[in-house]
């Protein structure tokens, strides 16, 4: 396709969903509490989107992955929370 073909396809879709991270985030910042290191993982997503980096998307899903190779002895939750919490997680 050509980049008109792909802005035409897809622009609406990705407008939407950008409008929808931006009222995530101020719903973030409007509550009270302290964050836990999905924002920070989050924040660290975004800033991958600046400029004209090549695989953005590699690199988004990176900001959100573990990056160890050692298998944990137990999984800490009953389920998956969208980011790897660190070394002290």
Do not use: C, H
Not at 15 to 22: M, N, S, Y
Not at 31 to 60: C, I, S, W
């Amino acid at each position: 396709m050509t980049r008109q073909q792909v802005l035409d396809l897809y622009f609406m879709d990705a407008r939407f969903k950008l409008i929808e991270l931006a009222a995530f985030l101020d719903r973030v910042d409007r509550a009270e509490g302290q964050a836990d290191f999905r924002l920070d993982a989050f924040r660290q997503a975004v800033g991958e989107l600046d400029g004209n980096k090549p695989e953005r998307a590699k690199q988004v899903l990176l900001a959100f992955s573990d990056p160890t190779a050692e298998p944990i002895e137990k999984a800490p939750g009953k389920g998956a929370v969208g980011a790897w919490p660190g070394k002290g997680g």
